[in-house]
């Protein structure tokens, strides 16, 4: 893995804005457009390389982050 700290990528959807990944303490965070803000906690980095390689990222928040975790 590079010796990268934190990565924030730009998204295109209607609902999501950003998402940022903190590798080290493994926190996923996602900006909404209206200004929302939450955070994920234990987000292994290889989920955070899916989420930036798929064709939905509200689809794959949903399905890899969100649901897995209930």
Known sequence: MKNVK???IKVKSEAIKKAK???RKKILS????NGDIY????I???IFE????SDSVGKFLNKYII????
Do not use: I
Request: aromatic share 24%; hydrophobic share 25%.
């Open 6 to 8: 934190k990565e924030t």
């Open 21 to 23: 990944y903190h590798y």
């Open 30 to 33: 996602v900006k909404f457009h």
């Open 39 to 42: 955070y994920y906690p234990e």
């Open 44 to 46: 292994e980095p290889f």
């Open 50 to 53: 899916g989420l930036k390689a």
């Open 67 to 70: 649901h897995a975790k209930n």
